[in-house]
């Protein structure tokens, strides 16, 4: 028996993109004895991301980390954390927020979950890698040389070190995310997909636009990045929750890296219109950040057992456009 199915789940972040998926696809599974902890104001865009999931309790972050630092007898049912929750603005500029909201709430759940031998599955990013200079692999043993290109980055990569120093990879799971996208996106604002915005930019004047290249190595559009649709996220992560022989850092994406131009062309193909692309400058805040390549090598997942096939570029997009964003739901409501 999966060790989902035995106590309570707790998904911090719940009402986020990954997190409000991770609810649905344990829902799917009839697992409802679940913890959503996040910040989800009544009527707002995260709360509509919560309403139809089904879970027994939710907290603020705020309370939770107090019931952690007391070591609260109510938490004495928890066989599994997933922790999604952190601060995921990567122009964010108070590196004293993010230390605490990224850095210090993670330390805080893992050794406490580590004391009382309940799974760990955090999440990581992809943009701990930096500019990719230095690859992408999660093998690899090496954390110190990766340099992250923001401080978001850097608050993801300083756990990702402190947790290899100490010795916890070896029993709680890291998730070095690409870049995810699909329903429930909508509340990240600026920070939602291309397909997000480009869906809205599509239905209001018919065209989409996309960032010049900056780098003599990538025409216009044809910067690449690796695209995971979410449900394909939820199917890894739940599978590194229960796989408890996997452990460490495990990089979760596509596989196969695909251009802007290729994700633009999906998304006209799934409205069923023609391509009516344009390119605009790069802002001068985002030019020396901006990663041109992000391909997630997934060896490591694919060799601890994960044999899920996945979505291609073209099926996820048309699923996410058509079921989701045309009608305006979100999971669990169709």
């Not at 759940?109 to 309940?118: A, F, G, P, R, Y």
């Not at 599955?121 to 690899?140: I, K, L, N």
């Not at 690449?224 to 796989?243: C, G, H, P, Q």
């Amino acid at each position: 028996m999966s060790n989902l199915n035995n106590g309570t789940l707790v998904v911090t972040g719940g009402a986020g993109l990954i997190g409000s998926a991770i609810i649905w696809g344990l829902n799917n599974r009839g697992l409802d004895n679940i913890w959503l902890v996040d910040w989800a104001e009544p009527d707002s865009l995260k709360s509509r991301n919560i309403k139809a999931l089904s879970y027994s309790r939710h907290l603020s972050p705020e309370d939770f980390r107090k019931m952690i630092r007391e070591n609260s007898p109510e938490l004495s049912e928890i066989t599994t954390i997933f922790h999604l929750g952190a601060c995921s603005n990567t122009t964010e500029t108070n590196e004293d927020y993010l230390n605490d909201n990224n850095l210090g709430y993670t330390t805080e759940l893992c050794q406490w979950s580590l004391d009382e031998d309940v799974r760990f599955v955090y999440a990581s990013s992809a943009s701990t890698y930096g500019d990719g200079a230095q690859g992408m692999d999660d093998q690899e043993e090496d954390l110190q040389k990766f340099n992250p290109l923001n401080l978001y980055g850097w608050s993801k990569h300083k756990f990702d070190l402190l947790a290899q120093q100490n010795g916890w990879l070896e029993k709680i799971v890291g998730l070095k995310y690409f870049n995810v996208y699909g329903p429930n996106e909508e509340h990240k604002g600026d920070m939602r997909s291309v397909v997000s915005k480009a869906y809205e930019q599509i239905s209001s004047t018919g065209e989409m636009t996309l960032f010049r290249s900056h780098h003599p190595n990538y025409r216009d559009g044809e910067q690449m990045r690796d695209f995971l649709y979410v449900k394909d996220s939820v199917l890894m992560t739940i599978w590194l929750a229960e796989n408890t022989h996997a452990n460490g850092l495990f990089n979760l994406g596509n596989g196969k890296a695909r251009t802007w131009l290729d994700l633009g062309r999906a998304i006209f193909s799934a409205l069923g219109t023609e391509d009516n692309i344009r390119f605009v400058e790069m802002p001068e805040i985002l030019r020396d950040k901006y990663q041109y390549f992000t391909e997630a090598k997934i060896d490591k997942l694919r060799n601890a057992g994960y044999r899920n096939e996945q979505f291609s570029l073209e099926e996820a997009v048309k699923d996410y456009v058509s079921n989701y964003l045309v009608p305006n739901t979100r999971l669990g409501s169709q």
